[in-house]
């Protein structure tokens, strides 16, 4: 069993940046493979971004690469989520999720991951 909570969301005006954080609780916390998702209002949850704890290995959504960077403090149990240049569009409640092992190809699909957070919300202004 993992449970995670994230937090760092808030309101921005567009071009501002936000840092998302994810605690999970686990002491197999190398073991997982780390994704964050994002729902907006009337819209199917997304995938934004993944990180692979077991090689290290980073994924992004196209319409989130370049601008956000998922990262990890193993020490910590925490995996990061640096959202820079923030857009109106990026407007959702993003929740960080948790998995032993996700396949490269599947990565977006939520149905791949068995824990989940709360979420947190992200409202950027125009």
């Known amino acids: 069993e993992v449970q995670l909570v994230e937090s760092g969301g808030g309101l921005v005006q567009a071009g501002g940046s936000l840092r998302l954080s994810c605690a999970a609780s686990t002491s197999t916390f190398d073991d997982y493979t780390i994704g964050w998702f994002r729902q907006a209002p009337g819209k199917e949850r997304e995938g934004v971004s993944c990180?692979?704890?077991?090689?290290?290995?980073?994924y992004y959504a196209d319409s989130v690469k370049g601008r956000f960077t998922i990262s990890s403090d193993s020490a910590k149990n925490m995996v990061y989520l640096q959202m820079n240049s923030l857009k109106p569009e990026d407007t959702a409640v993003y929740y960080c999720?948790?998995?032993?092992?996700?396949?490269?190809?599947?990565?977006?699909?939520?149905?791949?991951?068995?824990?989940w957070g709360q979420g947190t919300r992200v409202t950027v202004s125009s």
């Open positions: 999720a948790a998995e032993i092992s996700v396949a490269v190809a599947t990565w977006r699909e939520g149905d791949e991951y068995s824990y």
């Open positions: 990180f692979s704890k077991s090689d290290g290995s980073t």
